[in-house]
């Protein structure tokens, strides 16, 4: 039975980071789940021929029904299920439509929850899965609530799991960076150039999150900076750290 690795968002800065930690462990091969096949294709480039890439859109019942006949037929051992596609944007929650709502809950909610249970099945002892969560998990974070609030219920869905898989020996971790340096950040808003404190790269929350999901545990936290904000929102009550947050944001909103 091959030994596999699933990595969806695959073709985006946090997904290329996991893979490229991944290359390093026993495996037979990595499966790189994205929608931009080029990107998954310049993956198989650098890594070799155990890179599998899976162009496919996971917000697609079609296409989760696909990847499931996939498993079926494979019949791989799923050492690693890395669930990392996710959406974001930075606005009033009164600006999202109908689609991009649907689709944000979908992706960052429903998909890891689907191939967790799709993937389980084909999991041992020893197997690991890890959800990538974020620190806006912590707390309500206005202008940022649809996002936050998924990332809540990702980060809650796999601490839970994780209690639950125990008897199994299978590892669940919710993986919570702070901002993180790729394509997904909003830049500018209003005009106004953002900056992120506290800012690291993707590389540093995956060999982070590799590490703790080792060492069996259900979070991963890799900057002190995020650390300390994590203290905060436990000391704090939460209508305090919402207007400390909006504070730090007032700039960007006028
Ligand atoms: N960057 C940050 O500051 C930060 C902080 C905390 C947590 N995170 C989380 O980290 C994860 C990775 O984000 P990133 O920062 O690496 O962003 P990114 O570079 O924008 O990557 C997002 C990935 O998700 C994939 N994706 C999006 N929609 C998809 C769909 N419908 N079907 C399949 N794949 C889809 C994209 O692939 P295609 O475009 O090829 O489909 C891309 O590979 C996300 O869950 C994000 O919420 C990021």
Not at 174 to 192: F, H, I, Q
């Amino acid at each position: 039975m091959k030994k596999i690795a699933v990595v969806t968002g695959a073709s985006g800065g946090i997904g290329q980071a996991f893979v490229r930690e991944l290359v390093r462990e026993s495996l037979d091969e990595i499966w790189v789940v994205g929608r931009n096949s080029q990107r998954l294709l310049a993956l198989k480039s650098e890594y070799g021929e155990n890179i599998i890439p899976i162009p496919m859109d996971l917000t697609s019942n079609e296409d989760l029904h696909s990847f499931h006949d996939l498993l079926k037929k494979e019949m791989p051992s799923v050492l690693w299920l890395v669930n990392n596609a996710g959406m974001a944007r930075m606005a009033p929650s009164m600006d999202f439509s109908f689609s991009e709502t649907e689709q944000t809950i979908d992706l960052n909610c429903k998909v890891p929850a689907v191939l967790i249970h799709f993937c389980i099945p084909f999991m041992e002892k020893g197997a690991k899965i890890l959800n990538i969560s974020s620190a806006s998990a912590f707390q309500p974070v206005p202008h940022l609530n649809l996002y936050a609030a998924t990332k809540a219920f990702l980060r809650n869905y796999s601490r839970a799991l994780n209690a639950e898989l125990g008897s199994c020996g299978i590892t669940v971790t919710a993986v919570c960076p702070g901002w993180v340096d790729t394509d997904l950040l909003t830049r500018e808003m209003n005009g106004k150039k953002i900056r992120f404190p506290g800012i690291v790269s993707p590389e540093k929350v995956a060999r982070k999150a590799l590490k703790d999901a080792k060492a069996g545990r259900d979070m991963s936290v890799c900057s002190l900076y995020v650390k300390c904000q994590h203290l905060n929102v436990k000391l704090l009550p939460q209508r305090l750290t919402m207007k400390l947050w909006l504070y730090g944001i007032r700039k960007y909103l006028v």
